[in-house]
């Protein structure tokens, strides 16, 4: 199946602000690249294109570090991916892994994020799914309680 992946995001500011954007797929799937990336980041101001510099992270993600100048950009992008539609494979006995236990090629995966609050959410993950027998299904339970709620609900994490 063929999809058509893009965006298209406006960020006003009031000065010149330093980003880092992560909006494309993974390089890891540009085998399935139908049609080339064609990122732009145009200034909101005067339309004049925003120097752009590309890198890769840890994660093999391709980044775009620039500066937002004052007024704010657009960000756009409209390419097609190919894929086979079916649903990602997954094992509905795995188990969870005590921290201490994990390989050190995933510790990474794990750390608290500095976008997330964890001292702050770790009652509230721990009171909505901590009754869960652990492993697969405690995993998918919050997968679709995060799948359900709107990134702009202020209520994301209180308890329903």
Same mark, same amino acid.
């Given at each position: 199946m063929d999809i058509r992946v893009g965006y298209r995001v406006e960020i006003s500011t009031i000065q010149a602000v330093p980003g880092i954007l992560l909006l494309d797929p993974h390089p890891g799937?540009?085998?399935?690249?139908?049609? @080339?990336?064609?990122? +732009?980041?145009?200034? %909101? !101001?005067?339309?004049? @294109?925003?120097?752009?510099?590309?890198?890769?992270?840890?994660?093999? /993600?391709?980044?775009?570090?620039?500066?937002?100048p004052a007024g704010g950009a657009i960000?756009? /992008?409209?390419?097609? =991916? +190919?894929?086979?539609?079916?649903?990602?494979?997954?094992?509905?006995?795995? !188990?969870? %892994?005590?921290?201490?236990?994990?390989?050190? /090629?995933v510790i990474e995966y794990i750390l608290p994020s500095r976008y997330c609050e =964890?001292? @702050?959410l770790s009652a509230t993950a721990w009171g909505l799914f901590?009754?869960?027998?652990?492993g697969w299904n405690?995993?998918?339970r919050i997968c679709n309680y995060v799948n359900g709620k709107r990134c702009s609900d202020r209520t994301f994490f209180a308890a329903d």
């Open positions: 799937r540009q085998a399935d690249f139908l049609s @080339e990336p064609n990122p +732009r980041a145009v200034s %909101i !101001a005067d339309g004049s @294109e925003v120097p752009v510099e590309e890198y890769t992270d840890g994660f093999g /993600n391709l980044c775009r570090r620039l500066v937002i960000f756009t /992008n409209d390419m097609v =991916v +190919r894929d086979s539609g079916l649903p990602d494979q997954f094992d509905q006995t795995a !188990a969870e %892994i005590w921290p201490p236990d994990l390989p050190p /090629n =964890v001292d @702050e901590g009754s869960f027998a652990p405690r995993v998918q």
